[in-house]
């Protein structure tokens, strides 16, 4: 059974940092697709941020020089560090698992997911 965990969400002002972490269960990081999404209320699931079986990297354009994503395939966990929030980057964040996607950003590509960690940006 798979089970993707995430944590590092919490309340930090303009400006400030966070590092999300994504630990999984079940699947094998480095023979997966994964990425990390976000969804603010009255707002559709985006995607942010994904990262290939090969490394290779695709962010969104809001996000872009700000957020990276990485990953300890030894020991299956996903990170995402963001930079520079402000309060538009307030969100549920969500990580996801997909064997191969040619669509990595695309929320319906995938099909594992985790509960999600809440980011809070505000004065």
């Known amino acids: 059974q798979v089970q993707l965990i995430e944590s590092g969400g919490g309340s930090v002002q303009p400006g400030g940092s966070l590092r999300l972490s994504c630990a999984a269960s079940?699947?094998?990081?480095?023979?997966?697709?994964m990425g990390w999404f976000r969804q603010a209320p009255g707002k559709e699931r985006e995607g942010v941020a994904s990262?290939?079986?090969?490394?290779?990297?695709s962010y969104s354009n809001s996000v872009k020089g700000r957020f990276t994503i990485s990953k300890a395939n030894d020991q299956n966990i996903l990170y995402l560090e963001m930079s520079s929030l402000n309060p538009e980057d307030t969100a549920m964040y969500y990580c996801?698992?997909?064997?191969?996607?040619?669509?990595?950003?695309?929320?319906?590509?995938?099909?594992?997911w985790g509960q999600g960690t809440q980011v809070t940006v505000s004065s």
């Open positions: 990262i290939a079986t090969n490394g290779y990297t």
């Open positions: 079940g699947i094998t990081y480095s023979t997966y697709c």
């Open positions: 996801a698992a997909e064997g191969w996607t040619p669509r990595p950003l695309q929320a319906r590509e995938y099909h594992y």
